[in-house]
Structure formats: structure tokens, C-alpha cells
């Protein structure tokens, strides 16, 4: 995280403590959403293949 040090323009208040709507705003921008992000999900993926292969790869031997 970043946002944490940034100093808003409208309030010159740390952004992270959201004392004005910009900081709000700002804030709920830079926070990643409740949702899970792309990268997090293509490692989600790759990490089941993985899981998937290995588990394979155990049952031939
Ligand atoms: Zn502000």
C-alpha cells in the first residue's frame, strides 16, 4: 500500500484517514475492492493446476 502516505490536496490530512470526501474518495480508489484482482486470480489458477499436476503426477507412480 501507498495511499497510506499520501497527504490530500483539500484537507493536507493523510489520505488513509479520510478526513474530507476527497480522502474518501481517494481512499476508495486506491484500496483494492472486496472482489479479487486479476493477478490474484490468475495466481488462484496457476497454483490449482499446480495442485492438479502433482496430484496426478503422484496417482501414476
Ligand atoms: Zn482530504
Known sequence: MTYDRLVC???AA???EGRCP???A???RL???NGLSPAMLLTLA???LAAI???AAVRTV
Open 53 to 55: 499436476a502433482l496430484l
Open 31 to 33: 484500496t483494492p475492492q
Open 46 to 48: 496457476i497454483a490449482l
Open 9 to 11: 490536496a483539500n484537507c
Open 22 to 24: 476527497v480522502c474518501r
Open 14 to 16: 493523510p489520505v488513509a
Open 26 to 28: 481517494n481512499r476508495e
